[in-house]
């Protein structure tokens, strides 16, 4: 079975612009989650999408969005970019998006902001 | 805000020494879990702790989650080349599917 895929893996734009990232779930997942991940903050939950509607949400402006459809493929965008989004962007699929299912990673999506 | 704070951040040992990687919070989560991140990957899952006192072996690894739940230690047992890389520790806060993730401790081992 494919694991997590997201795409593109590496990103470059410059401050202001936006972007899309793109993660594709394991087959029959249900549950997308996306994290932030930089060397001050570590790992940050950003936002969960379970059947098509969002979940949860951390902590994170509204420059931040995502969307799931109904094939439980996931979007983020990033509106407005600044350099502090320089990050690698993860996304996590679970099978029914219950707590205590096994979140899969996907290898990220490095983002560079100038 | 729930916070996870690990300790070592850094570690580098040579190969065969043993190391204990911690991970503490002041608050109680209702399951912790411990992953491995190699460069340029995501995390991968090593175990999920979900009792209070709970001590799980994965070949040379151990996992203890704390008695109160609020604590969790890996100890890792003849370390290996093969064992470099970030471990993290999260934990599930009981409020839906969302982790909340320790800083991690890099370790590198040596030949």
């Known amino acids: 079975k494919a694991g997590v895929t997201q795409t593109p893996r590496y990103l470059i734009k410059t401050r202001g612009q936006q972007v899309t990232l793109s993660c594709s779930p394991i087959?029959?997942?249900?549950?997308v989650s996306w994290y932030q991940q930089t060397p001050g903050q570590g790992l940050q939950f950003l936002f969960e999408y379970f059947s098509e509607t969002q979940r949860n949400k951390g902590n994170f402006p509204g420059r931040f969005s995502g969307r799931q459809f109904s094939n439980s493929r996931s979007e983020m965008n990033v509106s407005t970019l600044e350099l502090g989004d320089s990050a690698l962007y993860l996304c996590a699929s679970s099978v029914g998006g219950d707590r205590t299912d096994t979140q899969y990673f996907g290898p990220g999506t490095r983002l560079t902001v100038l | 805000t729930q916070l996870l704070e690990q300790s070592p951040q850094f570690l580098s040992i040579q190969e065969g020494e043993n190391l204990t990687v911690y991970c503490n919070s002041s608050?109680?989560?209702?399951?912790l879990q411990w992953y491995r991140q190699e460069p340029g990957e995501g995390p991968v899952l090593l175990v999920t702790v979900v009792t209070g006192g709970e001590v799980k072996k994965l070949k040379r690894l151990t996992f203890q989650f704390g008695d109160a739940r609020k604590d969790s230690s890996l100890h890792i047992t003849a370390a290996q080349p093969g064992d470099t890389g970030l471990y993290l520790c999260?934990?599930?806060?009981?409020?839906?599917?969302?982790?909340?993730f320790g800083g991690g401790t890099r370790l590198m081992v040596k030949p």
């Open positions: 608050s109680v989560f209702s399951s």
């Open positions: 087959s029959g997942h249900r549950s």
């Open positions: 999260a934990g599930d806060n009981n409020a839906g599917n969302m982790l909340t």
